[in-house]
């Protein structure tokens, strides 16, 4: 079992973090996908359902506890191989970042592997609620893996970045990323909330990222400095 580490990046550190002015808010990324494009991938993604109708979503973010009812039953446990989490898809210039400070949200990017739940959505009006699920995800097409379970091995569909796509970032250090996820602040609230929540739910689960622990670390020095001060953010 994970032992519950204590975070150095606090709500008080997070509630640094100034809102935009209205403003500054622009659009997230891939706001604009053309027309009938997630139409396309839902179907590409139907039409390989096995016999059963089942289809599995693996999740390692914010997918994992703000699903709405989308899915049925309970999650399961998993591991993937050949993909972790990171801050590689940007640039958020609305919902978690703005014009003057974009942000960085998370995706799955190569190598390595990643912690995380399986679920399984509603086979209850399927087709719409896969839909719905790829309406509020960026309009890259999701990717087929297979997430190693304590029953087995499952196929499911999983959010990841392609290196070839616009909304790829790439070759950033530790440090700027670092840099950008300390100021982004957009209508949903700052990154450092984000990555806050992130850790704080993958701990209850007894997930322990190490990439992500890294930064929350890096994010809260660059809080701790006095300059950091502003707008209080709910938390």
């Given at each position: 079992m994970t032992t519950r580490r204590q975070?150095?990046?606090t709500p008080e550190l997070v509630a640094r973090v100034p809102f935009p002015p209205r403003h500054h808010l622009g659009a997230a990324p891939g706001s604009h996908a053309p027309e009938g494009q997630r139409e396309a991938n839902a179907a590409a993604i139907l039409a390989k359902l096995p016999p059963d109708r089942s289809l599995w979503v693996f999740t390692y973010g914010s997918l994992m506890w703000k699903h709405g009812r989308m899915f049925e039953g309970e999650p399961v446990p998993?591991?993937?191989?050949g993909w972790h989490r990171a801050f590689c898809l940007g640039w958020d210039r609305g919902v978690r970042g703005n014009k003057q400070s974009p942000?960085?949200?998370l995706s799955l990017d190569r190598g390595g592997q990643c912690q995380g739940l399986a679920f399984r959505i509603s086979r209850q009006h399927l087709a719409d609620n896969l839909l719905s699920l790829l309406q509020r995800e960026?309009?890259?097409p999701p990717r087929w893996v297979k997430v190693k379970t304590a029953s087995g091995v499952l196929d499911a569909i999983a959010f990841t970045n392609d290196r070839k796509s616009d909304l790829y970032v790439g070759g950033l250090t530790h440090e700027q990323i670092a840099d950008a996820l300390a100021k982004a602040c957009g209508?949903?609230?700052s990154m450092a909330e984000y990555l806050h929540n992130t850790i704080r739910h993958l701990q209850s689960l007894n997930i322990h990222d190490r990439h992500l622990w890294r930064m929350q670390d890096l994010v809260a020095a660059r809080l701790e400095a006095p300059a950091s001060t502003g707008t209080r953010l709910r938390f």
């Open positions: 975070m150095r990046l998993g591991i993937i191989r942000g960085l949200m960026p309009p890259l209508r949903n609230g």
